[in-house]
């Protein structure tokens, strides 16, 4: 499990495609403390993870699904990653509970300066927007933010100086894709309140039965 609050940046110095997966060499620096082989490193908000490590990175390999799903089939070398290590049991909780499977990708359609902040617009599906609620929180590339507004098209995010300075935000322009992990307790929610499926038992009642208990 992840918070959603970035450590580092990191960057993508290495990428070997193959059909359809790809194994990534990231090269950072704060997430290698205390980090072993087998653990999980949250890069761009998906949860990968870590195949081998360096002094100066670790590589990981992403699997056909991830890059079907994610925007991490439009990574380039060089390219800059959020990173964030598994959150720890005695870490503090300063974002939302974020599990690194995302949901889908949205795109930037514009970015406007207010004064000390910085207004993100993304349009994203409706299967996605459906869990999007006002105030609520999304992770964008992995990063916990508080919704300011959504619409049938697309929502809004408010981002200060400081977020964009430690993230790959400032990264991302107009056009730009970005991952989308919706808040898992709506989905959840979802889930419980939906009706049971339950199947129906198969019916007896045919012409054999029928001609068995002498009813033809």
Not at 12 to 36: D, P, Y
Not at 50 to 62: C, E, I, N, P, R
Not at 146 to 166: C, G, L, M, W, Y
Request: charged share 25%; hydrophobic share 40%.
């Amino acid at each position: 499990m992840f918070t959603g609050i970035i450590e580092e940046t990191g960057t993508i110095c290495e990428i070997k495609k193959g059909a359809v997966s790809a194994q990534v060499k990231i090269r950072c620096r704060k997430v290698l403390e205390g980090t072993e082989v087998g653990d999980s490193i949250a890069v761009n908000g998906i949860c990968l993870t870590v195949t081998s490590l360096a002094k100066d990175g670790f590589t990981a390999d992403v699997m056909a699904e991830t890059m079907r799903r994610s925007s991490l089939s439009e990574l380039t070398v060089p390219g800059v990653v959020n990173l964030e290590r598994a959150m720890r049991a005695d870490g503090r909780f300063g974002g939302h509970i974020v599990s690194g499977h995302i949901d889908g990708c949205g795109r930037v359609t514009d970015i406007k300066q207010e004064e000390n902040a910085v207004w993100y617009t993304v349009a994203a599906e409706a299967n996605l927007l459906r869990y999007l609620v006002e105030k609520g929180s999304v992770a964008l590339d992995g990063i916990s933010l508080t919704i300011a507004n959504v619409t049938e098209r697309d929502f809004k995010v408010s981002v200060i100086p400081h977020t964009r300075q430690e993230t790959a935000l400032t990264e991302r322009k107009k056009g730009s894709i970005v991952n989308i992990e919706c808040d898992i307790v709506g989905k959840y929610v979802e889930k419980l309140l939906a009706p049971a499926k339950v199947q129906e038992p198969k019916s007896r009642l045919d012409e054999n039965f029928l001609m068995e208990h002498g009813f033809l």
